[in-house]
């Protein structure tokens, strides 16, 4: 919006200043007032849909569609920290496709904001198949000689068929049976970090955390691209096992714009997949298990760990998840919000980063 006093024609604005600008100040309350209308009427289009409302209009278009008991509605503000839009927003899904496994993994993620994995026990249980419905993907016996099938097992993901139990879930001594549907849920966020200085320990060897520590790195979660799709380990916030990482090195490390869990830099070069060995590097006397192979770099995700065959010619810099419990404390998060009350007041407060002395000996 222009400036209400640079529309007013010329002799007007130099007599104005002639006599000390007063209209020039009039017109500065009034061009206040209307910028606010302006932007509550650019707000009204807004407004009409679940995706891009504002949090207060989330629960009258809940009503609108006929939501019932929507949780925290009643307390849903802008310092909220957790929203029920999608829950909203997906409630003709829920209705057109109940009762199946992907409505119940969508419905619980969007109640409680963790991500959910549904696991018909039915399909886990060790039985003898009709011959009119055979099912190719229920194995009675493991595949011992598939890494995948081993590292995956008593997880929501495994595909190891068990024998009946007949004990009751509702008490957890028993899952594996007919009737019985399991959710599980993930607590942990994944948050990323990224263009990070990694913490030097000697000329070849590095920690993905810039203090030093042994930090567990999680991958980041894709996102489902409609209700009706089946959670995935890719789909979960789950922390970077070894053989995962082997398995899926492009699927994990690549540019932080492909939404990747990893990125590793050496002076402004980035690292790409193909030069990257998955390794044990923990820790052996004085030094490490292993040593990174000649011409590639080595990355334990278990511990947050790296080395180079050769000391790197520059910085090195990386991007890489950690796994955290919610917005609380230091993060990669928008904490504005939470400090404006203290901005107001006109306290002062500072942000920075702690450097520790580059010679100081961690392992």
């Known amino acids: 919006m222009k400036d209400l006093f640079s529309l007013l024609p010329a002799v007007h604005r130099l007599r104005d200043v002639a006599h ?11 061009n206040r007032e209307v910028q606010v209308i302006e932007n509550d009427i650019g707000r009204l289009y807004d407004n009409w849909f679940i995706e891009t409302c504002d949090e207060w209009v989330v629960p009258y278009i809940a009503d609108l569609l006929g939501v019932r008991a ?12 957790f929203s029920q839009r999608s829950y909203v927003a997906n409630t003709l899904a829920y209705r057109r496709r109940k009762g199946t496994a992907a409505v119940l993994e969508q419905l ?6 963790w991500r959910c994995k549904a696991v018909e026990f039915f399909e886990r249980t060790a039985s003898t198949q009709h011959v009119n419905h055979p099912r190719p993907a229920h194995q009675f016996t493991v595949d011992v000689r598939t890494g995948r099938t081993i590292r995956l097992y008593d997880t929501p993901f495994e595909q190891a068929a068990h024998l009946a139990e007949v004990r009751h879930i509702d008490n957890a001594r028993g899952k594996y049976n007919v009737p019985n549907v399991g959710l599980f849920l993930w607590r942990l966020q994944s948050y990323l970090l990224q263009d990070v200085s990694a913490r030097q320990i000697d000329a070849k060897r590095y920690t993905f955390d810039p203090l030093g520590r042994d930090v567990a790195l999680f ?4 996102t489902e691209t409609s209700v009706t799709h ?15 990482l082997n398995d899926g090195l492009d699927q994990y490390i690549g540019d932080a714009d492909e939404h990747r869990s990893l990125l590793v830099a050496s002076a402004g070069a980035t690292l790409d997949a193909s030069g990257v060995s998955v390794c044990n590097l923990s820790d052996a006397g004085a030094g490490w298990a292993h040593s990174a192979p000649a011409g590639r770099i080595a990355i334990d995700p278990e511990l947050g760990r790296m080395a180079f065959d050769a000391a ?13 419990g919610g917005d609380m404390g230091g993060g990669p998060y928008d904490r504005r919000a939470s ?5 107001e007041r006109g306290v002062g407060w500072q942000m920075g980063v702690f450097h520790a002395p580059p010679t100081t000996p961690l392992h």
């Open 20 to 30: 000390g600008d007063p209209l020039r100040a009039l017109l500065a309350v009034v």
């Open 70 to 81: 929507l949780p925290g509605a009643s307390t849903a503000d802008k310092e909220s920290a």
């Open 108 to 113: 619980a993620t969007d109640i409680t904001g």
């Open 219 to 222: 991958s980041m979660p894709q």
């Open 230 to 244: 089946a959670t995935g380990p890719a789909n979960v916030p789950m922390p970077l096992a070894r053989l995962a």
């Open 312 to 324: 790197p010619a520059g910085q090195v810099t990386v991007s890489y998840a950690y796994g955290f």
């Open 339 to 343: 400090l404006e009350e203290a901005l």
